[in-house]
């Protein structure tokens, strides 16, 4: 049966031979993009980067959970970034998900209750405040000025702003 890793794979192997050379560890922006795993989100073309640039973190939503939360203090306390654009998009999986229902699902297939929750939103802007105020609350972070948010449209391609 072929597998869709195998098919990477032999990409993987092309890649090395058109590979850009070494980067510094220390992204050359200094900052640190948060969105979701969605897969019509290309964050490298959208914002113009290259490797080395930026640290990416990617999760259901786009969300500030621990493990973001987490890797933001690293990114900045270690790895010396500055800002931080947190970026969420239309027609996400998670946007009007039955986050009870799946808990449901899950706790009668398994017994078990999932320890963490999926972050399902009704309302998109309102899920990018929330998700822009937990990070600029989270005060292990030592820069917290520049922090934004905002909503991809994945049928446009238009970044657009979540303002306060
Ligand atoms: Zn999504």
Known sequence: MSSAIDELLDNAAAYEARFPG???????????????MDSRIDPFAIFGLKTGEAHILRNAGGLATDDV???????????????????QHTRCGLHGADEAALR??????TREEPPYEFGAFE???????????TVRAHRFLPHRDRVRGFVYDVDTGRVREVTD
């Open 22 to 36: 070494p980067r510094a560890t220390i992204p050359a922006r200094h900052v640190t993009v948060v969105t979701c």
């Open 69 to 87: 939360l987490r890797s933001l203090v690293l990114s900045q306390r270690l790895l010396m970034t500055r800002e931080i654009l947190l970026m």
């Open 104 to 109: 449901r699902k899950i706790v009668a297939e």
């Open 123 to 133: 309302d998109i802007d309102r899920s990018v405040r929330e998700t822009v105020a």
